[in-house]
Structures are given as structure tokens and as C-alpha cells.
């Protein structure tokens, strides 16, 4: 089931696309399959949840943190996550960067950008976000690779609307891909879950955050 999930899922992505498969609410054992299947990026939403998956399962699984995350439980996941999503506040950027030198370690993380409708979702309003990288203040933290940006469209039926978000979702990353700021490697845009991940490649996403298409 997962494996056929995943091969029609697949033949609709770019070669260029990553899929990240998130895996919060399932069992080791379900993920396994996926693994098996070939899937090495997994997204969780929760420190707890992930770090007790990180322990049982394979090494060569490369974990993405996509959740709000309090920057308390930062220490948690600094040793091995693979990247940090959700990253949406200059203070959290400070803690990655704070936990990632302790650990000798350079942490790849995205900036999440908020555009959706809904109040409930966190990220950086484009201007704020703007602001903050003309003041340099993300550039400073050199344990931390800002890699793009991560945004989610408004959980609606209307096609027209998840468009609109991803195109403007597009249009900052560009913008940010432009300013060429020292320290920054900007390739990432990750854009798209099981709902929308069609229109979010049409838009330009790199990489989509599928769940429960996958395990269904
Ligand atoms: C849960 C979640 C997803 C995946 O959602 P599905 O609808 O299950 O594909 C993607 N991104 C984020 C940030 C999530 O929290």
C-alpha cells in the first residue's frame, strides 16, 4: 500500500523535486516500509516524537524538523536533525545556532514564511522577514545555513488561492535568491503536502512534505 502510495506520488514529481515523507503520527513500522521503498527524509513535527524515531531507526535517515519548535527543546534535536523547516523567529535562529556549535555542527535550516489566511499557522510576514535580513542579523550566525524558505497555502478547496499563496511564496524566495547574501546557499523551496503538492511544483517547489498521501 505505502509502496504503491509512494511510486504514484513519485511519477508526478520533477527529478529535481524532494520528497519528504512525514511520518509523524505513524509507527516505526510504517516508516520502515517507506524506507524500504527507498526513502531517506522524513519529516516530524514534534522534538519527542522525532528524537525517539531518530533512536530506533536507521542512521541514514535524514530528519526534517517542520513544527513550531520552543527554542528549550532545540538541545534535543542539535546532534542529528538534517534540517529545521520551521524555523520562524530570530530568537529560535540564535538557539539552532547556539546548539549547533556545541555540537560542532553546521544546521541547514529554512525560513518559514507565512502567507496562508489562517492566524493559526506561524512563520515571518514577508516584510518582517525582509527587515530582518536587511539588518544582517541572520547572516551573523555562522552555525546555521539558511537554505530557503518553507510556507504552507490556506487548507481550502479553492485552487485559485493555493496558487496565489505559492506564487508569492515563490516570488520571496526568488527575492532572497537575489540578494546573494554572504553565508546563505539558497536552493530550497519547500512548498506542497498531499493536498496541493501538484500546484505547489506548477509554482516552482523543490520540495514537498507529503504524509498522509503516503500512508492512506
Ligand atoms: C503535517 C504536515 C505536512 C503533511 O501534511 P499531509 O497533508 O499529511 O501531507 C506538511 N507540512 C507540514 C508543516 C505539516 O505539519
Known amino acids: 500500500m505505502i509502496e504503491e502510495n509512494l511510486k504514484k506520488i513519485r511519477e508526478k514529481l520533477p527529478k529535481e523535486t524532494k520528497l519528504v515523507v512525514v511520518s509523524k503520527y505513524h509507527t516505526i513500522d510504517e516508516i520502515m516500509q517507506a524506507y524500504g521503498a527507498g526513502c531517506r527524509d522524513f519529516g516530524e513535527n514534534k522534538i519527542q516524537d522525532m528524537t525517539q524515531k531518530w533512536e530506533e531507526l536507521p542512521k541514514d535517515i535524514r530528519w526534517h524538523m517542520i513544527g513550531h519548535t520552543q527554542t528549550n527543546k ?71 545555513k539558511i537554505r530557503g524558505i518553507m510556507g504552507m497555502a490556506t487548507n481550502t478547496m479553492d485552487k485559485k488561492q493555493i496558487e496565489r499563496e505559492f506564487k508569492c511564496l515563490r516570488e520571496i524566495y526568488e527575492q532572497i535568491k537575489d540578494m546573494n547574501i554572504e553565508g546563505f546557499e539558497i536552493d530550497t523551496l519547500s512548498m506542497g503536502m498531499s493536498s496541493d503538492y501538484e500546484i505547489a511544483i506548477e509554482c516552482g517547489s523543490n520540495l514537498v512534505r507529503v504524509g498522509s498521501a503516503v500512508f492512506q
Do not use: W
Open 74 to 144: 532545540v538541545k534535543y534535536m542539535a546532534p542529528y536533525v538534517h534540517m529545521i523547516q520551521s524555523v520562524d523567529s530570530l530568537k529560535l535562529a540564535c538557539e539552532i545556532d547556539k546548539q549547533a556549535r556545541k555540537n560542532n555542527r553546521v544546521i541547514d535550516c529554512l525560513l518559514q514564511v507565512h502567507v496562508a489566511v489562517e492566524e493559526t499557522k506561524f512563520g515571518f510576514e514577508k516584510q518582517e522577514l525582509l527587515q530582518l535580513l536587511k539588518e544582517e542579523k541572520l547572516q551573523e550566525l555562522k552555525s546555521i
